[in-house]
């Protein structure tokens, strides 16, 4: 049957018509799905576009403040069905398109993720960015274009291979070339001194160009800029080397401005240590600097209101550099005193802390950052001198004044950017209490005695469109049966299913929504790997990237410990469950490699054993993204958030899986607790040290393998794994990674396994109460609203933009 079109999708399809013909230069009969994909988003656009343009002249006549986010990463994944249902046009999309024999839900996946980004810093500001435009808040994203983003995961034979993924490879109709918006970007050379004032004269220039690509809020509210940053050289090719036969030479400036916006580094949480790593924080944090200073002075005449007119984030502290190169454009360019200049770069600039892991924390070599940026050498050692002697003249002492320095001390010296950051903003802030409270303590405790008000805390949302309607889009539709929409302007409004958490009849049907999308996600599983999953099963999912701290091995060394169980004694009434995993790993990380191979080594050995059958089985989805997360978070019934308390900032997954009525299984990290305080505390699985006791542990003599060889289950766990029982062809795979467990265990999996595997059985002992597990699971979904990224944005809008 075909549905009789009516008005809005008749146009749609005529605009969709007119792009596939006109711009994507086919006719129908030869259009192939991705010319249709590209022929609905160009008709798409142009609505998006008109938009875009009323945006940008009402924050122009209304003078208002602006807030720019910088950040080295976006991990925005698709944007097709995000915009379609942002502006309301999803139906007439699939009407449109239906008239041809099209499915929308299938044309979307011809779009690649857009994966410039690692994991939760990315993807929090990929959020960020949609609440900025649904909160109608003038705001532009800055990073980096990268030709190769995140990599693609390959699993062959259980390891990961990393492959180049080619997003870009059949053109972006997202973005938009601004070739009048294009910046030199000068490296290396010398100062010198010329009329009383400073000169930097570069070894080297670099040419930033934008990129632009709209970001659409809720309803059409609003459509902000992400603005990505191109390096070509200033000189693209040297025609007279290229003449004379040196061809490779006469385009080896070009080969090194691609170096710089080639590749994102894979690596979260360990520092890349390369210079290629510094030139591209310098890269994009000078080109971003620029602009947002062209476009003050373009406005407003002038540059000393830019604290008024201009706010400034830095998204941890890749684009720290702003700090010295707001400074040197202030002082060297425009003239203004030292002291003015840091006045007005302070005013501007705030930073957001999103980890405390020592080996995280971006320090350079002091000889490569003189090299390499020598007038912002120059510059840190003056704002560097103006804090110590603030701090000597209160009083603080010489291991206070070496923790506060900007210059590391230690062994070789480092410039640390986190200080950086820190005393360059007038806002610092964590993403979760706990972190927040931690940041005081710990890394920053020196700092904070100094300048007491300057810490604060965000914790961390997501946003409701793109991770409950739009993945979600049955319990959308249910929850709007039930409380009315309300909910969809403001996620908040979710608390109202909290009254009828004890309806059994919508119990039935949250029930029935998460079945239908573990049918699809099985469906989709069998497709692309190939195996069979019962829907009926409990789908209990730990997915993020690999790392020792997140305890990707406490979730696997209990899935050996319950297959040991299962298989001595078969006839016992078992809760079926099917464990998902799903993560990269740093390519260089040698530990989260071997765990990935782990869990398949698992998988292959639990899945082929017939006496196990369907009561358990593991998968480990290859590939990992955005797209893959829109599948699998709607239907998880358990979220695995089980970091070594203290560890995790705060965790944004757990959020997502809230969102969409799982049950949390985790210990008391980031924002679990105040997921917990939210959500109740009988509607949450917590287990396990607090960051207090792992403190306590790890100073006072902590003995892993006595703890291991005291719980059956655990050694007989620990030591079938490191003898190469999962591991036949090779025996001693995982010997080196259990004697790390009994030697050390910094993570400290083996002091919490016994309350993890006590945890597991009291989600397993809930799930058999099916009512008792709806009702928590409604309760997740009504308590979780606050942790809408549109309460997070406020939150900074009001208390560090001054915006709103
Ligand atoms: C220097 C290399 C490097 C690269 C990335 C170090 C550290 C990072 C990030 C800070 C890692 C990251 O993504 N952190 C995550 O940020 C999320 C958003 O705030 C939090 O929810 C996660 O808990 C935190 O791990």
């Not at 379609?84 to 046009?89: E, F």
């Not at 464990?579 to 080594?601: E, Q, T, V």
């Given at each position: 049957m075909t549905?009789?079109?009516s008005g809005k999708e008749d146009e749609l399809d005529a605009r969709i018509l007119a792009a596939l013909h006109y711009r994507v230069g086919k006719n129908e009969r030869a259009a192939k799905p991705h010319d249709w994909y590209n022929a609905a988003v160009l008709a798409l656009r142009d609505d998006i576009i008109d938009l875009w343009f009323a945006s940008t002249a009402r924050t122009h006549e209304a003078g208002a403040k602006r807030v720019y986010y910088l950040s080295l990463e976006f991990l925005i994944g698709r944007l097709l069905r995000d915009a379609l249902s942002n502006l309301g046009c999803t139906r007439a999309m699939e009407q449109a398109l239906g008239q041809h024999g099209l499915d929308l839900a299938r044309i979307e996946t011809l779009e690649p993720d857009a994966a410039l980004g690692n994991g939760g810093l990315g993807r929090l500001a990929a959020c960020f960015m949609e609440s900025l435009a649904s909160l109608d808040i003038p705001a532009y994203g800055y990073g980096i274009r990268y030709i190769n983003g995140m990599f693609r995961q390959r699993i062959d034979d259980g390891w990961q291979v990393e492959l180049p993924e080619t997003w870009l490879a059949h053109g972006n109709p997202w973005e938009f070339e601004r070739r009048e918006s294009a910046y030199c970007v000068g490296f290396?050379?010398?100062?010198?001194?010329?009329?009383?004032?400073?000169?930097?004269?570069?070894?080297?220039?670099?040419?930033?160009?934008?990129?632009?690509?709209?970001?659409?809020?809720?309803?059409?509210?609003?459509?902000?800029?992400?603005?990505?940053?191109?390096?070509?050289?200033?000189?693209?090719?040297?025609?007279?080397?290229?003449?004379?036969?040196?061809?490779?030479?006469?385009?080896a400036a070009q080969v090194r401005a691609d170096s710089l916006v080639r590749v994102l580094y894979p690596a979260d949480s360990t520092?890349?240590?390369?210079?290629l790593r510094l030139r591209q924080e310098y890269f994009f944090s000078s080109a971003s600097i620029q602009d947002?200073?062209?476009?003050?002075?373009?406005?407003?005449?002038?540059?000393?209101?830019?604290?008024?007119?201009?706010?400034?984030?830095?998204?941890d502290t890749h684009p720290s550099l702003a700090v010295a190169e707001l400074m040197r454009l202030l002082?060297?360019?425009?003239?203004?005193?030292?002291?003015?200049?840091?006045?007005?770069?302070?005013?501007?600039?705030?930073?957001?802390?999103?980890?405390?892991?020592?080996?995280?924390?971006?320090?350079?070599?002091?000889?490569?950052?003189?090299?390499?940026?020598?007038?912002?050498?120059?510059?840190?050692?003056?704002?560097?001198?103006?804090v110590l002697r603030e701090a000597r003249r209160k009083g603080f002492d010489d291991a206070a004044i070496a923790a506060i320095s900007l210059i590391d001390e230690h062994g070789e010296r480092r410039v640390r950017m986190a200080n950086l950051a820190f005393v360059g903003a007038h806002s610092v802030n964590g993403v979760a209490a706990l972190h927040t409270q931690l940041m005081k303590e710990t890394v920053f405790a020196d700092l904070h005695k100094l300048y007491p008000t300057r810490i604060n805390n965000k914790t961390n949302g997501v946003t409701p469109r793109r991770w409950l309607h739009q993945a979600n889009p049955r319990l959308t539709a249910l929850i709007r049966e039930a409380i009315g929409s309300d909910f969809l302007e403001d996620a908040e409004g979710l608390a109202a299913?909290?009254?009828?958490?004890?309806?059994?009849?919508?119990?039935?049907?949250?029930d029935e929504v998460k079945r239908a999308n573990k049918v699809d996600l099985a469906n989709h599983l069998r497709e692309l790997i190939g195996i069979r999953?019962?829907?009926d099963a409990l789908f209990d999912v730990q997915i993020k990237r690999i790392h020792e701290y997140k305890r990707q091995l406490l979730n696997l060394i209990e899935t050996v410990a319950l297959y040991d169980q299962i298989r001595s004694h078969p006839e016992r009434d078992w809760v079926p469950r099917v464990k998902i995993f799903a993560g990269k790993a740093a390519p260089s990380y040698h530990n989260a490699k071997l765990i990935i191979k782990l869990a398949n080594d698992i998988a292959r050995r639990v899945n082929a054993d017939p006496i196990v059958g369907e009561v358990l089985k593991v998968v480990f989805v290859p590939n990992y993204n955005v797209s893959l997360a829109e599948r699998i978070i709607p239907a998880a019934d358990l979220s695995e958030q089980i970091s070594t308390a203290g560890m995790e900032a705060s965790g944004t997954g757990?959020?997502?899986?809230?969102?969409?009525?799982?049950?949390?299984?985790?210990?008391?990290?980031?924002?679990?607790?105040?997921?917990?305080?939210?959500?109740?505390?009988?509607?949450?699985?917590?287990?396990?040290?607090?960051?207090?006791?792992?403190?306590?542990?790890?100073?006072?003599?902590?003995?892993?393998?006595?703890?291991?060889?005291?719980n059956r289950e655990l050694a007989q766990a620990v030591h079938s794994i490191a003898s190469g029982v999962f591991s036949p062809d090779d025996p001693t795979r995982y010997a080196a990674l259990m004697e790390g467990l009994m030697q050390s265990d910094w993570f400290m999996v083996a002091a919490d396994f016994e309350a993890y595997a006590a945890a597991q059985n009291e989600v397993k002992a809930r799930w058999r109460d099916r009512a008792a597990w709806r009702r928590a699971a409604i309760h997740n979904i009504a308590g979780v609203g606050w942790f809408s990224s549109d309460r997070t944005i406020r939150e900074y809008a009001k208390a560090i933009w001054g915006v709103l």
């Amino acid at each position: 049957m075909t549905i009789p079109a009516s008005g809005k999708e008749d146009e749609l399809d005529a605009r969709i018509l007119a792009a596939l013909h006109y711009r994507v230069g086919k006719n129908e009969r030869a259009a192939k799905p991705h010319d249709w994909y590209n022929a609905a988003v160009l008709a798409l656009r142009d609505d998006i576009i008109d938009l875009w343009f009323a945006s940008t002249a009402r924050t122009h006549e209304a003078g208002a403040k602006r807030v720019y986010y910088l950040s080295l990463e976006f991990l925005i994944g698709r944007l097709l069905r995000d915009a379609l249902s942002n502006l309301g046009c999803t139906r007439a999309m699939e009407q449109a398109l239906g008239q041809h024999g099209l499915d929308l839900a299938r044309i979307e996946t011809l779009e690649p993720d857009a994966a410039l980004g690692n994991g939760g810093l990315g993807r929090l500001a990929a959020c960020f960015m949609e609440s900025l435009a649904s909160l109608d808040i003038p705001a532009y994203g800055y990073g980096i274009r990268y030709i190769n983003g995140m990599f693609r995961q390959r699993i062959d034979d259980g390891w990961q291979v990393e492959l180049p993924e080619t997003w870009l490879a059949h053109g972006n109709p997202w973005e938009f070339e601004r070739r009048e918006s294009a910046y030199c970007v000068g490296f290396g050379g010398e100062v010198v001194s010329e009329e009383g004032a400073v000169r930097w004269l570069p070894a080297e220039k670099i040419e930033a160009t934008a990129f632009d690509t709209p970001v659409v809020g809720w309803r059409g509210r609003r459509v902000n800029t992400l603005r990505l940053w191109h390096a070509n050289a200033m000189d693209p090719i040297r025609l007279d080397a290229f003449n004379a036969g040196d061809h490779a030479g006469a385009l080896a400036a070009q080969v090194r401005a691609d170096s710089l916006v080639r590749v994102l580094y894979p690596a979260d949480s360990t520092p890349a240590g390369q210079e290629l790593r510094l030139r591209q924080e310098y890269f994009f944090s000078s080109a971003s600097i620029q602009d947002i200073l062209r476009r003050h002075v373009q406005y407003h005449g002038e540059v000393r209101s830019l604290p008024e007119k201009v706010a400034i984030q830095l998204n941890d502290t890749h684009p720290s550099l702003a700090v010295a190169e707001l400074m040197r454009l202030l002082i060297d360019d425009h003239r203004l005193a030292f002291d003015e200049a840091w006045d007005i770069t302070r005013g501007t600039i705030a930073y957001t802390n999103h980890t405390l892991l020592p080996e995280a924390l971006e320090s350079w070599p002091l000889p490569l950052f003189e090299r390499l940026l020598p007038r912002h050498m120059q510059i840190v050692y003056a704002i560097n001198a103006q804090v110590l002697r603030e701090a000597r003249r209160k009083g603080f002492d010489d291991a206070a004044i070496a923790a506060i320095s900007l210059i590391d001390e230690h062994g070789e010296r480092r410039v640390r950017m986190a200080n950086l950051a820190f005393v360059g903003a007038h806002s610092v802030n964590g993403v979760a209490a706990l972190h927040t409270q931690l940041m005081k303590e710990t890394v920053f405790a020196d700092l904070h005695k100094l300048y007491p008000t300057r810490i604060n805390n965000k914790t961390n949302g997501v946003t409701p469109r793109r991770w409950l309607h739009q993945a979600n889009p049955r319990l959308t539709a249910l929850i709007r049966e039930a409380i009315g929409s309300d909910f969809l302007e403001d996620a908040e409004g979710l608390a109202a299913l909290g009254a009828l958490a004890g309806d059994a009849a919508l119990g039935e049907r949250v029930d029935e929504v998460k079945r239908a999308n573990k049918v699809d996600l099985a469906n989709h599983l069998r497709e692309l790997i190939g195996i069979r999953l019962d829907p009926d099963a409990l789908f209990d999912v730990q997915i993020k990237r690999i790392h020792e701290y997140k305890r990707q091995l406490l979730n696997l060394i209990e899935t050996v410990a319950l297959y040991d169980q299962i298989r001595s004694h078969p006839e016992r009434d078992w809760v079926p469950r099917v464990k998902i995993f799903a993560g990269k790993a740093a390519p260089s990380y040698h530990n989260a490699k071997l765990i990935i191979k782990l869990a398949n080594d698992i998988a292959r050995r639990v899945n082929a054993d017939p006496i196990v059958g369907e009561v358990l089985k593991v998968v480990f989805v290859p590939n990992y993204n955005v797209s893959l997360a829109e599948r699998i978070i709607p239907a998880a019934d358990l979220s695995e958030q089980i970091s070594t308390a203290g560890m995790e900032a705060s965790g944004t997954g757990n959020m997502k899986f809230a969102f969409n009525g799982a049950l949390t299984i985790g210990t008391l990290d980031g924002a679990n607790i105040e997921i917990m305080e939210r959500v109740g505390r009988e509607n949450i699985v917590i287990f396990g040290l607090t960051a207090e006791d792992v403190a306590a542990k790890r100073a006072g003599g902590y003995d892993p393998r006595a703890l291991i060889e005291g719980n059956r289950e655990l050694a007989q766990a620990v030591h079938s794994i490191a003898s190469g029982v999962f591991s036949p062809d090779d025996p001693t795979r995982y010997a080196a990674l259990m004697e790390g467990l009994m030697q050390s265990d910094w993570f400290m999996v083996a002091a919490d396994f016994e309350a993890y595997a006590a945890a597991q059985n009291e989600v397993k002992a809930r799930w058999r109460d099916r009512a008792a597990w709806r009702r928590a699971a409604i309760h997740n979904i009504a308590g979780v609203g606050w942790f809408s990224s549109d309460r997070t944005i406020r939150e900074y809008a009001k208390a560090i933009w001054g915006v709103l």
